[in-house]
């Protein structure tokens, strides 16, 4: 028998940072790019294999140490499973997700793991499960995350998220386009996240207007993306970014990208997820999507996918 499970990728629109402080954030899946797992039975007392195929590494569960984290992915899954004897399975994981840039490749891989297993032992894998494993792997590996990653991969929609509070779905008034830059700088988003706390350490008062200037903006996101209007949304993501750049997670690369794609006709742009490195998302329309992405690349952006907001996830 042999099951497959995959699970999309995701960009932040809005909020990100000050979702770490309870405030909303908006994001999206990207389900042009995925990642895979196929679990399938191998010969009895062969034990279980996961194959890290991309990175042409394999490795016995029963020899993985505790800091393996697909190991610790797939003891969670066959744990919540009540799998209490190691399987006889080769688990094979493949993605085409750029990784540490944002899209959400380690969530999005752990997702496909968690639903493959539990697909395969013959459990149901709903989102609300899916999401909770994958977030207490990501919370062992990545300090304290908001829980944002896991969500909106595990449900696959966009996703209206609040730190502890369970996903709102959101209206979308008309579907709209996304160009999404890989800057090719890899985000280090743990560090931008201690950098961000470490100054709002020293400065709470400050920071935490900043953040609740952040919110505002979120607020008339959600609204203005139920009422379908571009320019308004495009607006929005302008000043998100200068917020984000008052926090100090922007970089002289992120602005000349996000400047490139203004100038080529986006409707507003802005770095998305930890920031430093890895995405710029800019919003587009069928007449400058093509100048817009020209653009990007031009200014050095590694690569740029363009997705659909709004229209129905394929699984
Ligand atoms: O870099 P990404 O896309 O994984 O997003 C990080 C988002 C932050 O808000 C900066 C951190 C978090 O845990 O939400």
Not at 211 to 220: E, M, N, P, T
Not at 280 to 289: G, K
Request: with cysteine; aromatic share 4%.
């Amino acid at each position: 028998m042999m099951t497959t499970s995959t699970a999309s990728g995701k960009i932040i629109l809005f909020g990100e940072h000050a979702v770490v402080y309870g405030r909303p954030a908006i994001a999206v899946p990207v389900t042009q790019v995925r990642a895979t797992a196929t679990v399938t039975d191998a010969p009895a007392g062969s034990g279980c294999t996961l194959v890290a195929q991309d990175l042409g590494e394999a490795v016995r569960l029963a020899d993985a140490g505790a800091d393996h984290p697909l190991a610790l992915v797939l003891r969670l899954a066959l744990d919540a499973a009540g799998i209490a004897r190691e399987p006889d399975w080769r688990v094979v994981l493949t993605s085409d997700i750029p990784i540490a840039s944002g899209l959400g490749s380690g969530a999005a891989i752990s997702a496909a793991l968690v639903r493959a297993a539990l697909t395969h032992a013959g459990q149901p894998a709903p989102p609300e499960t899916v999401s909770r494993l994958v977030y207490r792997s990501e919370e062992l590996f990545h300090g304290t995350p908001s829980g944002i990653d896991n969500t909106v991969i595990a449900y696959e929609r966009p996703v209206w998220f609040v730190k502890g509070q369970p996903p709102e779905s959101f209206a979308v008034g008309q579907p709209f386009t996304l160009a999404i830059a890989d800057s090719g700088i890899p985000s280090p988003t743990k560090e931008s996240v201690g950098d961000v706390r470490r100054a709002w350490e020293a400065d709470p008062a400050g920071y935490e207007a900043i953040f609740s200037r952040i919110a505002d903006v979120v607020h008339g996101a959600r609204r203005a993306i139920r009422d379908g209007n571009l320019a308004a949304i495009g607006a929005l993501m302008n000043v998100n970014q200068q917020r984000l750049e008052a926090l100090g997670v922007s970089s002289a690369e992120l602005e000349k990208l996000i400047e490139a794609a203004r100038g080529a006709g986006a409707l507003g742009a802005k770095l998305s997820g930890g920031g430093r490195g890895g995405n710029v998302i800019a919003l587009v329309d069928e007449q400058n999507a093509a100048a817009v992405q020209a653009a990007l690349l031009a200014a050095g952006a590694k690569r740029v996918i363009l997705t659909q907001v709004g229209t129905a996830a394929i699984r």
